[in-house]
């Protein structure tokens, strides 16, 4: 198989140090999932890629593939987003930082998945701007609408139980040994959102 380059769509997920002048670059694109690159130089003062090789930036990426040896090394980044708001408080780079993680460490992530990079890419331009008091709340939607792409997600509309339509305008329960919502509480259960937010997560 031939050496190739490509440019793709990309969000950095992860940037890390690879030696004294080198970065190791963990970069979600929506048709080839997670890609790990490397950035030659871009630590270094004087390199063009310094300030583009971080995480949390999205842009296209100009890469160099090795099918041979196994390896994608950065050519060049044109940023086009840098989420500046994520890095300016801490509470929206813990969320940020927690949502790459889980997607970094997913199963289903090296696989191209269009629907993941429009959420991940959704979520880190609603965070950049979005008042702190509602980071939680856009994180918590943001994972559950992940599990769903996954295809993990708990059903929100069968109870675990029975298989029966859950009702609509009443609390449910989640069923552990199950791993989805049930409207009767026999006690083993934990109290799941009561009905608006079941139906907020529907929508």
Wanted: proline residues 5%; hydrophobic residues 40%.
């Amino acid at each position: 198989m031939a050496r190739r380059n490509f440019i793709t769509p990309g969000i950095i997920l992860r940037s890390r140090a690879a030696g004294e002048k080198n970065r190791r670059l963990d970069i979600l694109t929506p048709d080839r999932g997670l890609l790990r690159a490397t950035a030659y130089g871009a630590a270094g003062t004087k390199s063009k890629l310094r300030s583009a090789a971080q995480g949390f930036h999205a842009g296209e990426l100009f890469l160099y593939e090795d099918p041979v040896k196994g390896y994608i090394k950065v050519s060049d980044i044109d940023v086009r987003q840098d989420f500046s708001g994520i890095r300016r408080d801490t509470k929206k780079l813990y969320a940020a930082s927690l949502l790459a993680e889980i997607v970094l460490n997913s199963a289903g992530a090296s696989e191209g998945k269009p629907e993941s990079y429009r959420l991940i890419y959704s979520y880190f331009e609603a965070l950049s701007d979005l008042p702190a008091a509602q980071v939680t709340l856009l994180t918590a939607i943001a994972l559950w609408r992940y599990l769903e792409i996954l295809g993990i997600g708990p059903d929100l509309f069968a109870d675990s139980d029975s298989g029966a339509p859950l009702p609509e305008g009443r609390s449910l329960y989640y069923r552990f040994d199950e791993g989805g919502f049930s409207a009767r509480n026999t006690g083993g259960e934990q109290a799941g959102p009561g009905p608006g937010g079941i139906s907020f997560l529907r929508h």
